[in-house]
């Protein structure tokens, strides 16, 4: 499989993202780029998931349908052709870094997928259903992650 490289002008890998994004801040989403995407890609998914939440993944963005010739998406705007979906807190679109006040830092994917065919979901996805459907679409993928914490 081939390899998107996904990075942020707002933070870099594995570095912490910046008050403006998170649930405490502004809460809008950082801006992202990322390399083009492979021949024969259907579409692009961009996916944003806390692993160390108390009770399991937790989504905080999930946009499909998003046109494979884009390179990124401006702060707070929806990738162009991108369909948002409901992320955790049961909004639509970006829900940025909350983690409970005391917990640590807590680490969030950025995922990137550019898919062979465009992908089914249901209709409140979890961070599983969209990792098991992106599975066998996956043509390139792409990671970026950044933490955050609440004192």
Known sequence: MTALQLTSPAFADHAEIPRRHSGEGDDVSPPLAWTAAPEGTAELLLLCEDPDAPRGSFLHWLVTGIDPWTGGVEEGALPHGGKPWPNGFGRLGWGGPMPPPGHGPHRYFFRLYALSHPVRLPERPTVDA???A??????????LVGTYQRM
């Open 130 to 132: 969209v990792h098991g």
């Open 134 to 143: 992106v599975r066998d679409l996956q043509l390139a993928s792409g990671t």
